[in-house]
Structures are given as structure tokens and as C-alpha cells.
């Protein structure tokens, strides 16, 4: 399907971006200029305009004479990434837990509450409800700074295309505690529970350094 807009480059780049982080590119493949603009029915310039826009988001990276590749993500972008995670929903959450509306906080119940209580939870599903946990919490917190911060979501979304890194059993709880401390409005426990929640994830992806 054509894409038919004005910008052509932010269509581009929207597009692209879905793609990728949808796997249809995989990691360390190499982005085909002209196959990419037939596909698109766009010229040269608005995709290498969105290239230079994912390159931004380190969705892609431009190595010298040899072209654009979709980023492979190592553990080491990983544990970056999770650091500035760790710091940037503790604030979400703080401010989320003193704004959050009774029917916001019935949203965020509802994501973890058909794996309550199994013993087998299917990872895909959970995987969704993880990644919509974590986004709902920066978009309720009000700061329209945080939310502008895609370079972070974008490289720890892409850490899910191997799977879960702690498995649902053991993070289940985290969540439901968050959202526990989110519902008793107690802003300080909210803040502790989501940055101890990160760094487990840290330390997991430090030992497999």
C-alpha cells in the first residue's frame, strides 16, 4: 500500500518504525533503499529523511559506505536502556499515583488480571499487557516530557523480541504491588516498587554479560 501525505518523510518514518519494532526487519538486517521506496511508492529523499529520524531513535544505525541496518540490541544497550528507565518511571509513577483517575486505575488492574492465580500464563499475551503497563503509567503521569523519551521505549521494546527477560511468575506480583501502592495513593512506595522492579531486570542482564 502507497503512502499518500504531504510529509512523506514522517509517514516514512512511521511506518518504518511499526516495522520494525514489529520484526519485520530483523536486527543487524540491512534496509534496502530502493526496494524499501517501491514498496512505499516514495522517492529517495523522504526515506532517507526517515532513515536519518530512526537513526535518531537508534532504531537504525548508518555504517559508513555500507548503508542503513535495523540496531541489533545487546545487553549492554539493554542495561542502558533499563537505567534511565528505572529513573524516568519513578517519576512517572510517582505523579501517576497522585493524578490517576478510578477509571485509569480499573485499566491498569485489568491488564494483569486474567493471569492471576495460573499456573501456566501464555507469554505473548503477557508480553502485551507488560509493555501497555509500562506506556499507560507515562502517559497518566502528566509530564509531557517523559513521554517524549523514545529512544528509551524503543530499545527496551525491542528487548521483548526474545521473549520475557524474568518470567511472568516472578513479575506478576511486582506489578500487582505497583498498582497496589498506585491504588492506596501512596506516591513514595509506588516510586520504590517500579525502580526495584527495573533493577532486577538490570542485575539479570549484568550476570548474562
Do not use: W
Not at 94 to 104: H, L, Y
Not at 166 to 184: G, V
Request: proline share 3%; glycine share 4%; net charge positive.
Amino acid at each position: 500500500m502507497e503512502i499518500q501525505h504531504t510529509d512523506l518523510s514522517i509517514e516514512v518514518y512511521k511506518r518504518l518504525k511499526a516495522m520494525i519494532l514489529a520484526k519485520e526487519f530483523e536486527p543487524g538486517e540491512k534496509l534496502k533503499q530502493e526496494q524499501i521506496a517501491t514498496m512505499l511508492g516514495v522517492s529517495r529523499m523522504p526515506l532517507h529523511k526517515a532513515f536519518q529520524m530512526l537513526e535518531n531513535e537508534m532504531l537504525v544505525e548508518n555504517l559508513p559506505r555500507r548503508g542503513f541496518y535495523v540496531t541489533k540490541i545487546d545487553n549492554s544497550k539493554l542495561i542502558d536502556a533499563f537505567e534511565c528507565r528505572e529513573a524516568l518511571e519513578g517519576v512517572a509513577v510517582r505523579r501517576a499515583t497522585r493524578n490517576i483517575s478510578k477509571e485509569e486505575l480499573n485499566f491498569l488492574k485489568s491488564l494483569f488480571k486474567p493471569f492471576i492465580g495460573k499456573a501456566k500464563i501464555d507469554t505473548k499475551k503477557y508480553i502485551e499487557a507488560d509493555q501497555a503497563f509500562h506506556d499507560f503509567i507515562l502517559k497518566i503521569s502528566g509530564n509531557q516530557i517523559l513521554q517524549k523519551f523514545e529512544v528509551v521505549r524503543n530499545i527496551t521494546s525491542q528487548s521483548y523480541r526474545g521473549g520475557l527477560i524474568r518470567k511472568p511468575l516472578e513479575t506478576l506480583p511486582e506489578h500487582l504491588n505497583i498498582i497496589d501502592a498506585i491504588e492506596k495513593g501512596d506516591a513514595t512506595l509506588a516510586e520504590k516498587l517500579m525502580r526495584e522492579h527495573s533493577v532486577k531486570t538490570q542485575n539479570l542482564l549484568k550476570e548474562k554479560l
